[in-house]
């Protein structure tokens, strides 16, 4: 009957008090913890120890080795073989990862639209193992978090996305993104929780040490990108994290593209507008559009500020943000001038006029 991963970790947490007793170091199993990859590393540490009693054992010994001499060595033996058990557990639990995403980019590839596309993201990652993932769009080297999906509740899931939504929208050219879009790759980077390369607003709600992130490619350009900061399972991220989600995300790209994925437009989720995708209205403009936000729109449209925009509807400056915000998150777009942009697109004769056009006139009573 195969072994158990939890027997196997009985077995090296038996022997690291084992080894603690031999050095007269006191031995803490909370110190180490259950993670297979610390029991390993803990061991490895436990390895050299017991390696260097035993030769100092031996010279001492002559002119045959003492039998106290041959249980180091049959400890070192030992603790060998237990760590090879550990790696083949680690293999077999990667190779589960591996089937998993296989069968997460499968139902990646039957959504129907855009949308729905950027929502299910983060949550096929989350269920590869991971406390938290963020999908964002890189337009512009512009930052501004699309979806976000956390095991520890929907409030940090929110809180995430919110924060990866700040307007300004963050520019990633001091990043480390900035890496990842310029070399097309992955990224994995590692006490990061002081640095001023990672996002200020995201890091405050993630507490994070290290993250992955691996970009969507989609007509030789980083569209977007997702992110990982915690493997459930190494309560870390390391190199096989990075080559795992940069399989993965070069399976979703394809994904997208079979969606009609951008390619000419400035956003992921320009995509799912200028196609109709998902969209209930005859004139390409996202269904999920407000009629305050339509008006809005029209008023950005003209260049007003967000302070002229609520001193015209009598909102506060605030609401008139947020309603702005919100505009851009479902618009795909990075800044207010190609939010303008594309409500012109959409409607051809407000362009010529240089206004918002009649078709969005909408007041509300």
């Known amino acids: 009957m195969p072994e158990s991963a939890q027997e196997l970790t009985e077995h090296a947490h038996r022997i690291l008090e084992l080894v603690g007793c031999l050095s007269r170091h006191s031995y803490q199993r909370v110190d180490v913890g259950d993670r297979l990859p610390e029991l390993d590393a803990a061991l490895a540490r436990a390895e050299a120890v017991v390696r260097g009693l035993a030769n100092r054992a031996k010279r001492a010994s002559s002119p045959a080795p003492s039998s106290g001499v041959m249980d180091l060595f049959t400890l070192l033996a030992d603790i060998g073989d237990v760590r090879n058990r550990l790696l083949i557990h680690q293999l077999a639990g990667r190779h589960e990862v591996i089937h998993r995403m296989n069968a997460a980019l499968g139902r990646l590839r039957s959504v129907e639209t855009v949308q729905e596309f950027i929502d299910q993201v983060p949550v096929e990652v989350v269920n590869l193992g991971y406390v938290r993932s963020l999908y964002s769009s890189a337009e512009s080297m512009q930052w501004i978090a699309r979806s976000a999906h956390s095991t520890q509740g929907p409030e940090e899931s929110l809180l995430l996305l919110e924060a990866g939504q700040q307007d300004p929208l963050r520019d990633i ?32 709600v993630t507490e994070s040490d290290s ?87 029209g008023l950005v449209a003209e260049g007003l500020s967000n302070a002229a925009i609520a001193q ?31 409500l012109r697109r959409a409607n051809p004769a407000a362009e010529a006029e240089g206004l918002p056009g009649e078709r969005y006139p909408f007041r509300e009573m």
Do not use: C
Request: charge should be positive; charged fraction near 25%.
């Open 312 to 342: 015209r509807l009598v909102i506060s400056e605030g609401t008139a943000k947020t309603h702005v915000k919100n505009i851009l998150r479902k618009l795909g777009a990075s800044n207010r001038t190609q939010a303008a942009a594309f």
């Open 173 to 204: 050219h001091d990043l480390y993104e900035a890496e990842m879009v310029r070399e097309r790759q992955p990224i994995l980077r590692h006490g990061i929780r002081k640095s001023r390369r990672v996002h200020p607003e995201i890091i405050k």
């Open 211 to 297: 993250y992955v992130a691996s970009p969507l490619i989609l007509g030789g350009q980083v569209r977007a990108f997702v992110s990982v900061d915690v493997n459930a399972e190494s309560g870390t991220v390391d190199a096989f994290d990075m080559e795992l989600m940069g399989l993965f995300t070069t399976g979703a790209a394809i994904a997208l593209d079979r969606l009609g994925g951008p390619r000419h437009l400035s956003s992921v989720v320009g995509a799912e507008w200028a196609n109709g995708a998902g969209s209930g209205r005859g004139d390409g403009m996202p269904s999920d559009l407000t009629r305050r936000e339509l008006e809005i729109l």
